[in-house]
């Protein structure tokens, strides 16, 4: 797998750890062994895995002549956050798009990523209704601003395009390595499935690089088990395309489990909050209650089910996002005392 044709800025500047959870498998007492590939220890104002993503595509930007990044996500964002922290790096504008997705949810003062929007400065923020065309909203602005002698670069959600996904396609790449070295016999990595760069990258760079792990992702936002697969299928097979290889993946290895969503995108249930105090209290691992909760409860309901096999040890690839817990203070008032494990 050839990535040195594509542009890029050198954000990742060492792989990041992957790491044994002992504390927190004994506490998960379903007889596996769970590691996590430190991807919130990535580089970036607070770190997450959209660093990944936006090496590539602020290369892209930048060997282009863009001037101002626009890019658009959720009220609570990390995307928004990262790329607004690179693009200040990087001295370019850069304007954000935030969509309302649970109504009521933007607070312009309020914390976790809304506190850092605040604090680093986005030239503007427009925030917009859930299911908006948003997509439209950010092409709109794109003219307005280049009419006013800017050069925009259009950056989707999550940086959720072929070329974002390479970031993960180069993390696949980094794994792969790091197993050379150490393996102790992972045969699957479970990973959140939103907007869908990280899944499908991941799913890409294995397969181009030929390492026999599987991807099981757990979907923060869509509901449709087939819609989210679909997406990811589609998205793995343009990155691949993207590194000269055949779309061809088989679409039986792209599994994203719908049922670990709660009460919809944002909206974290118990098994959540469970998952989040149980990483706390045995490993001082911080996971948010939008993305890495929602894919840390399915790493746990799956265990509980079954479906890894005795003494298993599993990959959980943390995301990052821990900033955004603190727009969530208020379902962390009353907790149970402290595990002793």
């Keep these: 797998m050839n990535l040195h044709g594509f542009p890029r800025r050198g954000y990742v500047t060492r792989p990041t750890p992957i790491e044994p959870l002992p504390r927190f498998s004994r506490a998960l007492g379903a007889g596996i062994e769970v590691f996590a590939k430190r991807d919130d220890l990535l580089p970036g104002c607070l770190g997450g895995n959209k660093t990944r993503k936006l090496d590539f595509c602020l290369g892209e930007a930048i060997a282009g002549g863009a001037t101002a990044v626009i890019t658009c996500g959720a009220v609570q964002s990390n995307h928004c956050r990262l790329t607004l922290a690179?693009?200040?790096?990087?001295?370019?504008?850069?304007?954000?798009?935030?969509?309302?997705?649970?109504?009521?949810?933007?607070?312009?003062h309020g914390s976790g990523n809304n506190l850092v929007f605040n604090l680093l400065g986005a030239n503007s923020v427009t925030v917009v209704p859930g299911g908006a065309p948003v997509q439209e909203?950010?092409?709109?602005?794109?003219?307005?601003?280049?009419?006013?002698?800017?050069?925009?670069?259009?950056?989707?959600?999550?940086?959720?395009?072929?070329?974002?996904?390479?970031?993960?396609?180069?993390?696949a790449q980094e794994i792969s390595l790091q197993l050379m070295d150490s393996d102790p016999g992972f045969r699957t990595i479970v990973c959140a499935s939103g907007s869908g760069g990280t899944q499908a990258g991941l799913l890409a760079g294995l397969e181009a690089s030929s390492t026999p792990l599987s991807v099981v992702g757990i979907n923060v936002r869509r509901p449709s088990r087939a819609d989210q697969?679909?997406?990811?299928?589609?998205?793995?097979?343009?990155?691949?395309?993207?590194?000269?290889?055949?779309?061809?993946?088989?679409?039986?290895?792209?599994?994203?489990?719908?049922?670990?969503?709660?009460?919809?995108?944002?909206?974290?249930?118990?098994?959540?909050?469970?998952?989040?105090?149980?990483?706390?209290?045995?490993?001082?691992?911080l996971a948010d209650p939008v993305y890495t909760g929602k894919s840390l409860a399915g790493l746990v309901g799956l265990a509980r089910e079954g479906f890894f096999e005795k003494d298993e040890p599993v990959l959980y690839l943390h995301t990052g996002g821990a900033p955004a817990i603190f727009g969530y203070a208020g379902l962390f008032g009353e907790v149970p005392p402290r595990l002793h494990v």
């Design 86 to 108: 690179w693009a200040i790096h990087e001295g370019l504008d850069c304007h954000l798009v935030l969509e309302e997705r649970v109504p009521g949810s933007y607070l312009p």
């Design 229 to 285: 697969e679909k997406l990811i299928l589609g998205l793995a097979n343009d990155a691949l395309a993207l590194l000269g290889r055949p779309r061809d993946l088989d679409p039986g290895k792209v599994v994203c489990l719908e049922r670990f969503l709660g009460p919809g995108y944002s909206i974290p249930d118990q098994g959540t909050l469970e998952a989040i105090r149980l990483l706390a209290r045995t490993e001082a691992i």
């Design 137 to 171: 909203i950010m092409s709109s602005l794109a003219r307005k601003i280049a009419d006013g002698g800017a050069r925009p670069y259009v950056i989707p959600g999550g940086a959720a395009d072929p070329l974002g996904a390479l970031g993960y396609a180069a993390c």
